[in-house]
C-alpha cells in the first residue's frame, strides 16, 4: 500500500489512477481497486489506459482481501 500512497505523493490523483491501472495486470485490477477504496482514492473511471476508458464499477472488490486488509491496518 505504500507505494500507491508514493504514486498519489508524487503525480496527480487522475495521473496516479492511469498510472496504477496501467502498470497492473487486469487480473489484479480487483485488488487495485480495494486498496484505493480503502484510501479513498478509487475513481469512476479512468481514461486512456490503452486507448479504452475502465469503468470501475465493473470491477468486483476482493472482498476477503479486504477484511484481511482491515483487520492488518486496524490493529
Known sequence: M??????FNVF???SAQRLLFFKVPPENWALLKMFLVFLEKCPQMVRGVNGSTINIGDIEIEKDALEVARKELNG
Open 12 to 14: 496527480h490523483t487522475e
Open 2 to 7: 505504500n507505494h500507491i500512497i508514493v504514486y
